[in-house]
């Protein structure tokens, strides 16, 4: 009797990855209950900019709807999207009940800065 050993199956993989972008935008939105004071101060004390350039990011988000605050890591995008939601209200409005919309969006490109200057 002659046995020959069975050789073992290749292992197949039916499951498809979907690979998750490597750089996130940290996008704020727009309302009518937050002034340009308000974006700028966050802008400057939560993600570094200089005073100009956390006023093109007040009047980017009033002209345009949405300003991209930073593009960065998908961990640190989160940090930076909850400490800009628990900034708070805008104490300078009766009418602001509670922080502005920040989302995060995927980064169409991978050549971004870590500093999203």
Same mark, same amino acid.
């Given at each position: 009797?002659?046995?020959?050993? *069975?050789?073992?199956?290749?292992?197949?993989?039916?499951?498809?990855?979907?690979?998750?972008?490597?750089?996130?935008? !940290? &996008? %704020?939105?727009? +309302?009518?209950? #937050?002034?340009?004071?308000? &974006?700028?101060? /966050?802008?400057?004390?939560?993600? =570094?900019?200089? /005073?100009?350039? *956390?006023?093109?990011?007040?009047?980017? !988000?009033?002209?345009? =709807?949405?300003?991209?605050?930073?593009?960065? #890591?998908?961990? %640190?995008?989160? %940090?930076?999207? +909850?400490?800009?939601?628990?900034? $708070?209200?805008? !104490?300078? %409005? *009766?009418?602001?009940? =509670?922080?502005?919309? !920040?989302?995060?969006?995927?980064?169409?490109? =991978?050549?971004?800065?870590?500093? $999203?200057?």
């Amino acid at each position: 009797m002659n046995a020959t050993p *069975a050789r073992p199956r290749a292992a197949t993989r039916t499951e498809t990855r979907t690979q998750q972008p490597w750089l996130w935008n !940290v &996008v %704020l939105l727009d +309302d009518d209950e #937050h002034t340009y004071d308000y &974006v700028m101060t /966050l802008a400057q004390e939560l993600f =570094g900019r200089t /005073l100009e350039s *956390a006023y093109l990011i007040a009047r980017t !988000v009033d002209t345009e =709807g949405r300003a991209i605050l930073t593009t960065t #890591h998908r961990e %640190l995008a989160e %940090l930076k999207r +909850d400490q800009a939601i628990a900034f $708070g209200r805008d !104490v300078l %409005l *009766a009418s602001s009940t =509670g922080p502005m919309r !920040v989302i995060l969006e995927p980064a169409e490109t =991978g050549d971004e800065d870590d500093q $999203g200057e």
